[in-house]
């Protein structure tokens, strides 16, 4: 419980202060925190993923003066987590209590895994941001750049902050 | 009634998402239309401390640069003072013997926190309602422009800047004085837009566009940017005009907020007319 406040205030400190002053380009804007929701534990009651979205997401609309649009995202991604994680079908010995990792799902399905769920949360994220269809294919291409470029940052930041028992 | 229950108890997980979801929207939708603030912003006493506490310890860094940019500043000031000027012949001082009164008032702030790579960019500055901020005031820089103030809380404020899509400021092109809005177009943080300049305007590249100061947001003359490109569009009585945006927004640390001193009589004789 500890390790997991823990880890939700570094991965959020790190998006707010870091990432979001990268300013790598106007087609590159990654975003790890939905690392907080792809981690977690596979028997948390789904409804307690809702709400738990929910306030992380609402928190970052604070923090980035976005008006419910990450929390709209972070709702969006932890709804579909379920169905995403039991299309990919990983191993059956995984233990549900324990946080998912690369480690703990294998790193082909948590590539997959997230790269998925945060290509949803992209996709609904930046045309909330934009709210028009009028550059469809600019906001497209803005979804698919920065969801190359979170997945990367999420499968770094993973890899960094994997139990220490399972790291190798 | 039972099987109501049933029901919810079954999708209770759906029904949960969808409620909380149409939440989210609502607050997106409410944000989009006319009136642009929300409870949802930087400006309120968590996220603001959290950003000038980072600012605190990351400002040193650029205080080299904060520095240069306030000498050239200064000077600039200076050499507008009466007594870089010739003085005043007697005759037109006679003309002229009231003396005129302030219009505008400037408030330093810090820049806390400041984005310019999304649609929508913000900026947090360290001062609100206790040092006389509100919305709706102008943010200038020591460039030019920088944007519109958005939300107030007793600390902080936080400022939609030009880098917004919803940002329009009223502008005039200098040489013929002609005026018309800047607006951004989302894909360049040195790059914004001048609309609703007619087509029969005579125009070249590099003509300087300035505030116009009809809305008193800002005061007239506050230098915006040079025009960089001009295009008439098929069947337009406009211009197309790109201008390249004078205030470096990524290099954005010690900013001015405007205020305009006869905003309360003038908001009193405009409502006169409704």
């Given amino acids: ?168 | 009634m039972r099987n109501l229950f049933l029901f919810i108890e079954r999708y209770r997980t759906f029904l949960l998402f969808l409620l909380l979801e149409g939440f989210c929207f609502f607050l997106v939708i409410n944000f989009h239309s006319y009136q642009r603030s929300s409870f949802l912003n930087s400006a309120n006493f968590v996220t603001g401390n959290v950003y000038k506490t980072y600012d605190n310890a990351i400002s040193y860094l650029y205080l080299g640069r904060v520095n240069d940019s306030l000498r050239v500043e200064n000077a600039r000031l200076y050499s507008q003072l009466p007594n870089a000027h010739g003085r005043i012949p007697e005759p037109e001082k006679e003309i002229c013997e009231f003396d005129p009164p302030q219009i505008y008032k400037y408030i330093s702030a810090k820049v806390i926190n400041n984005s310019t790579d999304k649609v929508n960019n913000y900026i947090t500055l360290d001062i609100g309602r206790k040092d006389g901020i509100e919305k709706n005031m102008g943010v200038i820089g020591p460039k030019g422009v920088v944007g519109i103030v958005t939300n107030v809380s007793e600390n902080f404020a936080s400022v939609m800047s030009v880098l917004h899509k919803d940002c329009r400021i009223s502008a005039k092109i200098k040489r013929s004085n002609y005026s018309g809005s800047v607006s951004w177009n989302a894909y360049s943080n040195r790059q914004a837009e001048l609309i609703g300049i007619p087509n029969h305007v005579d125009i070249v590249k590099g003509d300087t566009v300035l505030s116009s100061g009809f809305s008193s947001v800002f005061p007239e003359d506050v230098p915006i940017g040079i025009v960089d490109d001009y295009s008439i569009p098929n069947g337009s009585n406009f211009y197309d005009i790109k201008i390249n945006l004078f205030t470096e927004f990524s290099r954005l640390h010690y900013v001015y907020v405007v205020n305009y001193l006869f905003k309360s009589e003038k908001k009193k004789l405009e409502a006169l007319n409704d």
């Fill in chain 1, 1 to 168: 419980m500890i390790r997991q406040l823990l880890q939700l205030i570094a991965l959020f400190i790190m998006q707010v202060l870091v990432i979001n002053n990268l300013e790598l380009s106007a087609y590159i804007n990654p975003y790890i925190y939905p690392l907080i929701i792809l981690s977690l534990p596979l028997n948390t009651a789904r409804t307690t993923i809702l709400f738990y979205a929910f306030a992380v997401g609402l928190a970052m609309d604070f923090f980035c003066n976005t008006a419910g649009m990450h929390a709209a995202a972070m709702l969006w991604l932890a709804y579909m987590r379920p169905f995403i994680f039991k299309s990919l079908s990983p191993r059956s010995n995984i233990n549900a209590e324990e946080m998912l990792s690369v480690k703990s799902i294998g790193f082909t399905s948590f590539l997959y895994y997230s790269l998925i769920l945060i290509f949803l949360h992209h996709f609904l994220y930046f045309f909330l941001e934009v709210f028009s269809f009028n550059q469809f294919f600019h906001t497209l291409l803005k979804i698919i750049l920065s969801t190359f470029f979170s997945a990367l940052l999420v499968i770094i930041t993973a890899i960094l902050f994997a139990p220490n028992k399972l790291r190798t």
